[in-house]
């Protein structure tokens, strides 16, 4: 496969990645699932992203939408578009599937592709991750990586402006 074969691979429907996911869990694959909007994507995503890819043996990024980000951080968001974000994201060697959602939360995919490890940053608790508890009630493993100060996509659009 070419490198921008093996990156479209990694762009998925529910359903396709539902059906890769049972072929993980067949296998005892462990799979981690995080979600972000990832928006200029800079070392503290990466070193978010690797982190959680250690926890597992494969890994799945949901993304929300243009729309969702716009509802969430508001007009000026996002700065790159869905495709470009997702595309990003599946050129990491440690990501296996990444995913669209436009809802705020990764709930209903969190529900179908039910991870062995939900994962999100250092700014959450257990209790405040959407999923946890229908992630533990089946035996997963919800964890809470480190958050690395100083690097957010707010403070480098703030720097990018002049603002900070």
């Known amino acids: 496969m070419t490198p921008a074969e093996l990156v479209q691979d990694k762009l998925l429907s529910l359903k396709d990645l539902s059906m890769r996911r049972c072929g993980w869990r067949v296998y005892d694959q462990p799979t981690v699932f995080t979600n972000g909007v990832f928006d200029l994507i800079h070392p503290g995503h990466l070193q978010y992203l690797e982190e959680a890819a250690g926890l597992g043996m494969r890994m799945i990024v949901g993304v929300n939408s243009d729309a969702s980000v716009k509802r969430l951080k508001g007009d000026s968001r996002p700065v790159m578009p869905l495709e470009a974000r997702m595309r990003l ?76």
């Open 89 to 164: 994201l599946a050129g990491l060697f440690y990501v296996d599937g990444v995913i669209a959602f436009d809802e705020d939360t990764p709930l209903e995919l969190i529900k179908v592709l039910n991870p062995d490890i939900l994962v999100k940053g250092g700014d959450y608790t257990v209790d405040t991750i959407v999923g946890a508890e229908e992630v533990q009630a089946r035996g997963g493993v919800v964890r809470v990586l480190s958050f690395r100060e100083g690097e957010s996509t707010s403070g480098v659009i703030g720097r990018i402006r002049g603002l900070g």
